[in-house]
């Protein structure tokens, strides 16, 4: 009987690790890879999309889109965006997200000039109050969500047209023109300086929009406060239990946030030359949008800051290449719209397949 016995459970063990094994031959397929590629790397889809965006336009283009200029031109458009686009990825990335941060920026830019103009200030303290500004923003948007445990997108969005009207009240709507800039202030217009490198123009803008997203890529993926915002983004109640700070992790996020349409709001100034209260009305979106194309969940806890780069240069390349190509602009409005959804069905397999 002990043999039988002994032999009976032999068998049944065979049998799981039979069953096993074929359950793992199973996981190991190509749209399994795949999924498990994506999962892992999340800024590759968009990055997918951007060459195969770019080599398309090239060929049906030719010499017209594949020049250092066109290229860099695109660098250039998408600088304002992109930075912005930095800030809502961090919120986002915790699962929240920030309708007001183009008003921030706007807000920033104008106590910039106004405390340089009006109050006659050195422009480098002016500058100083208006980064404080925007961090001033995201920590009332960062204790009201963290603390006071109100939605993120109604705290935001009454930021948002609190920002805007004290905005436009305590500016006047008065225009700052480049003229007075340029004679009386130019640091406030320094993201604007060019230079050439090898026929392709750059700015300060786009220079620092790049090194922006490499900082927070390195910081979100090889710091503590990184991991602790996918923590957070991903389950707050796990990342409360494991030791994480909840509360205090998502105010430096959104403060962080304001920090940064702060200094999209100087950067805004060297892009257009002036100071003006009526700029950055689509800054909202399009750095939603440049997040949500660039591989982030919006659901929180997933995603590369890279991606948003990739997304915001997804758009401009579109945006060109249509351009140059003579197609109405509306098509452009089409297919990001197209890109948006795409993004958004990708994220949820994605989730779907991991679960």
């Known amino acids: 009987m002990p043999a039988d016995q002994d032999n009976f459970e ?32 999340p800024a590759l ?24 200029f066109a290229l860099t031109l695109i660098l250039q458009q998408v600088q304002i965006v992109g930075i912005v686009a930095a800030a809502q990825s961090v919120v986002i990335l915790t699962a929240g997200i920030d309708l007001s941060v183009g008003a921030i920026m706007v807000l920033s830019s104008v106590v910039m000039g106004q ?19 925007g961090m001033i923003c995201g920590y009332i948007n960062g204790w009201l969500i963290a603390v006071m445990k109100l939605p993120p997108f109604i705290v935001t969005l009454g930021m948002w047209q609190i920002v805007l009207a004290t905005n436009f009240l305590y500016s006047a709507n008065e225009t700052i023109r480049a003229q007075e800039i340029e004679a009386n202030a130019p640091l406030l217009q320094v993201f604007a300086t060019k230079f050439s490198v090898g026929g392709a123009i750059f ?20 710091t503590a406060w990184g991991r602790h915002v996918y923590a957070v983004g991903d389950d707050p109640e796990a ?33 257009i030359g002036s100071v003006s209260p009526t700029s950055g009305q689509l800054a909202n979106i399009e750095s939603i949008t440049a997040v949500v ?5 919006l659901f929180g806890g997933r995603g590369s800051i890279l991606g948003a780069l990739f997304g915001a240069l997804i758009v401009g390349v579109f945006t060109l290449g249509l351009r140059l190509a003579g197609a109405d602009a509306q098509w452009t409005f089409l297919l990001i719209g197209v890109l948006i959804i795409g993004a958004v069905a990708v994220d949820q397999w994605i989730r779907k397949v991991s679960a």
């Open 10 to 41: 032999a068998v049944v063990q065979a049998k799981r690790t039979e069953a096993v094994a074929e359950f793992d031959t199973r996981k190991k397929g190509p749209l399994d890879k795949l999924q498990h590629a994506l999962h892992v790397n």
């Open 45 to 68: 889809v968009p990055l997918f999309v951007l060459v195969a965006s770019i080599i398309a336009f090239g060929l049906l283009l030719g010499s017209k889109f594949f020049s250092p």
């Open 115 to 133: 405390f340089t103009f009006r109050y006659g200030l050195p422009v480098e303290i002016a500058i100083v109050c208006g980064l404080l500004t």
């Open 203 to 222: 700015t300060v803008g786009v220079i620092f929009m790049v090194v922006l997203m490499l900082v927070l890529a390195y910081i979100l993926k090889h």
């Open 239 to 271: 990342a409360q239990l494991s030791g994480v700070n909840v509360k205090r992790t998502l105010i430096s996020v959104y403060v962080l946030s304001g920090l940064i349409c702060a200094f999209a709001g100087w950067a805004l100034i060297g892009r």
């Open 293 to 297: 194309i660039g591989g982030i969940s």
